[in-house]
């Protein structure tokens, strides 16, 4: 009943939803044969279905590369994720995560639900790494190699300032941005990117997940990891702990307004390299996530929901971002409205409003100067009519009907 609800109150979000569903279930038909491809996109989609779904547009090598470098990104994570493996055995795993690839016997049980199924089969991973081109395996071991060494760096090293903090996000997914610039490039499609740029956008991505996700870190069992730098939250609480307790809750709010200050120093450079690309799906593959970044960040700001359960998009808006995002207007539209929206939130006595507003005012200069805003109409900022309740009910179950038909399992004759 809840998406029910979101599409009465949002009715436009209808038929993006009912395609994104689609496109879902065209993309589980289109697992290829072969056991270790197989395993490979099953896991994908299992892992991440957005991603899953934006890597689909891909042509088929730079697809294959791709979904590879992400599982074994994520198997690498899953063990630096994993708080109940002992240090010293988790540490050298790290360091030579580079080798294990290239290992088709090499396994590790870590992990819970989709991620031990992942490091359980890891076999199938490492099978079809070996069957990539040249170019694709160099870059995707040596991103491995780097990020597997600072994750080891971070499992004795607390982030306690922002320099620390950008240093994290660097080795886990700003590396991330680095190895998927020398996929594109290796796959001749791309100019290769500077390595600042490609930096930029994953921190932003990174930096983004770590503000969403502090309530769901903090209560992490056996125990929490945390990557909050000590250096803004201890201007507002004793313990990081501290921001989740209803008495704290302007001071978390403080807190959090300045992490999302911090993570906005990074939207210029992710609009110039987004700017820059030039094949459609490679640019559709990077946008999307950019968007959805911003768009959640927008979400989370002055919002104390973040301490208290989860904070996210609806599924319609999710689904209007992948339909619609298309060209680099798409982009700088979808940018100014959540950023109108995110300004629309300062509250002038906040702490960092001067510094949250001058970087949201550089963002809207960027986007208003692009001088495409006035070539499309805002999904995000809605202002058309709403339909008849009654009428969208009765659609909306038609179309579940026409839904059910036609995904049906058929009958064997």
Not at 134 to 141: F, K, S, V
Not at 185 to 193: R, V
Request: with cysteine.
């Amino acid at each position: 009943m809840g998406t029910l609800r979101a599409i009465l109150r949002h009715p436009d979000d209808l038929y993006p939803l009912l395609k994104l569903k689609y496109a879902a279930r065209n993309a589980e038909k289109q697992i290829p044969p072969e056991p270790h491809w197989g395993f490979c996109y099953t896991m994908l989609h299992k892992v991440s279905r957005s991603f899953g779904l934006v890597i689909q547009q891909l042509d088929t090598d730079l697809r294959d590369a791709i979904c590879i470098f992400y599982l074994v990104l994520r198997a690498l994570d899953t063990v630096e994720d994993d708080t109940s493996i002992a240090t010293e055995l988790k540490v050298p795993i790290l360091m030579a995560f580079h080798r294990h690839i290239y290992d088709r016997e090499w396994h590790f049980s870590c992990g819970t639900k989709e991620y031990r199924v992942l490091m359980d089969q890891f076999h199938h991973v490492s099978t079809a790494f070996l069957e990539l081109a040249t170019g694709y395996r160099d870059a995707i071991e040596d991103i491995t190699m780097r990020m597997g060494a600072g994750m080891a760096k971070f499992i004795c090293k607390e982030v306690e300032t922002t320099d620390d903090y950008d240093e994290y996000c660097h080795y886990v997914a700003g590396l991330v941005g680095l190895g998927l610039s020398k996929l594109f490039h290796a796959s001749g499609k791309e100019d290769l990117a500077t390595d600042e740029l490609s930096n930029s956008m994953g921190l932003f991505l990174q930096k983004t997940n770590i503000i969403r996700d502090y309530l769901e870190d903090i209560n992490e069992i056996p125990k929490s990891r945390m990557f909050w730098p000590r250096q803004i939250w201890s201007k507002y609480v004793n313990k990081l702990e501290d921001l989740k307790s209803e008495e704290n809750s302007v001071k978390a709010v403080q807190c959090l307004n300045d992490m999302v200050t911090n993570a906005l120093v990074h939207v210029e450079d992710c609009l110039k390299y987004m700017s820059d690309l030039r094949d459609p799906a490679i640019f559709r593959f990077c946008a999307i996530p950019q968007i959805m970044a911003i768009g959640t960040l927008a979400l989370c700001y002055n919002n104390i929901e973040v301490f208290r359960g989860v904070v996210k998009m609806r599924r319609g808006l999710t689904a209007k971002i992948i339909d619609r995002t298309k060209t680099m207007s798409d982009v700088y539209g979808a940018f100014y409205d959540f950023s109108r929206m995110l300004k629309f939130k300062v509250d002038i006595n906040d702490p960092n409003a001067g510094m949250t507003n001058d970087r949201l005012d550089t963002i809207l200069k960027t986007c208003r100067d692009s001088g495409t805003l006035n070539e499309r109409k805002s999904y995000i900022i809605e202002s058309g009519p709403q339909y008849n309740a009654a009428y969208m009910v009765a659609i909306f179950f038609i179309i579940l009907a026409i839904l059910q038909a036609y995904f049906a399992p058929k009958k064997a004759v």
